[in-house]
């Protein structure tokens, strides 16, 4: 598992027009080429009557799928231009299509290209991007004495607190970078005096929007 990446916030589309032809961007997220080619389906069905449904994905850890799709527009000019948006970003398990509605004035080759591209472009600044951390949860049981001090150490901390359990014990379940574990419990030791019993949870990912 990655320790980091960027990938689409969620599902969004935006449109533009350029020389009155609209072009409407749709971007979603898709772990796998099934999820990418049913949205990109779904679409089509959307906006039949469109001249062109054009798209473009990325999908896994070393974007080891990467499919771009012209739909009838002259080769090399939509889908090309925005699968390479799409790695300019930096994302990942994300697919875009652009739906043309032709508007009369033919662009050429050039302007296709940046249209495309500028689509796919403005469609991510309106939907958004998350980098995605991978983070382990950190089990921390405490007397509850210990309280106080461990919940000011925490919020002040670089960790971020997720919760706290009041059982016999108190336990507090933190998160903490999968490669900062070890960092986190000799951290948590010295706070206590070796008095906490540390475990380790599940892994998840943790989101942060990007501008």
């Known amino acids: 598992m990655l320790s980091t990446y960027y990938t689409a916030k969620g599902s969004g589309e935006h449109e533009i027009i350029i020389q009155k032809s609209r ?4 971007i979603s997220r898709a772990s796998t080429e099934a999820e990418a080619q049913a949205f990109i389906q779904a679409i089509k ?10 798209s473009a994905y ?10 771009a799709s012209d739909d009838g527009e002259p080769t090399g000019t939509a889908g090309i231009p925005m699968l390479e948006v799409l790695k300019k970003r930096q ?11 032709f508007g009369g004035i033919k662009l050429g080759g050039g302007g296709l290209i940046r249209a495309y591209g500028q689509s796919v472009s403005e469609g991510l600044n309106h939907t958004g991007i998350v980098e995605r951390k991978l983070m382990k949860i950190m089990h921390t049981k405490i007397d509850y004495t210990w309280l106080g001090k461990l919940e000011n150490e925490l919020r002040s901390s670089a960790y971020l607190l997720k919760d706290i359990h009041y059982l016999e014990d108190v ?7 999968a490669d ?6 000799k951290w948590m030791t010295e706070l206590t005096n070796g008095q906490a019993k540390i475990s380790e949870g599940d892994v998840t990912y943790l989101e942060e929007e990007v501008s």
Do not use: P
């Not at 906006?47 to 054009?54: F, K, P, Q």
């Not at 336990?171 to 970078?177: F, G, N, P, S």
């Open 23 to 26: 072009f409407i961007c749709h």
């Open 91 to 101: 994302l990942k398990d994300t697919v875009a299509v652009v739906t043309r509605y």
């Open 180 to 185: 900062q574990t070890e960092t986190f419990t």
């Open 45 to 54: 069905k959307k906006h039949s009557s469109a001249n062109h449904n054009c």
């Open 171 to 177: 336990e507090i379940e933190t998160y903490a970078a």
């Open 58 to 67: 990325l999908i896994g850890e070393r974007d080891e799928i990467q499919k």
